[in-house]
């Protein structure tokens, strides 16, 4: 996506220019790498809170260690799309 404007971007994406920007606000200083961490964690988060509001049949270490496996080749999500970009220019008015 490297050089492309915006709207090209966003069209692509099928995201608002607000969606983008917000995006780019939050993400824009991450490499890929932190970002795909980011969504590990915050997929991580979920299940344990899940685990908690249940009341988990089993230890959380062990519900840990049978999930921790990553998925390989998921980098069709927008967010990786996005970051990945790199070669974002000031927002035109």
Known sequence: MGGRRS????RRLKVT???FYRWK???GGMDVSD???LK???AENARLKKLVAEGG???ASQSFTAQVTPRSGRCGD???QILSAK???PRSP
């Open 7 to 10: 709207t090209a971007i966003c």
């Open 57 to 59: 049949g089993r230890s």
């Open 35 to 37: 970002a795909k961490r």
């Open 25 to 27: 606000s939050k993400y």
């Open 17 to 19: 220019e607000t969606t």
């Open 87 to 89: 070669s974002w220019g």
């Open 40 to 42: 590990t964690l915050k």
């Open 78 to 80: 927008p967010l990786t």
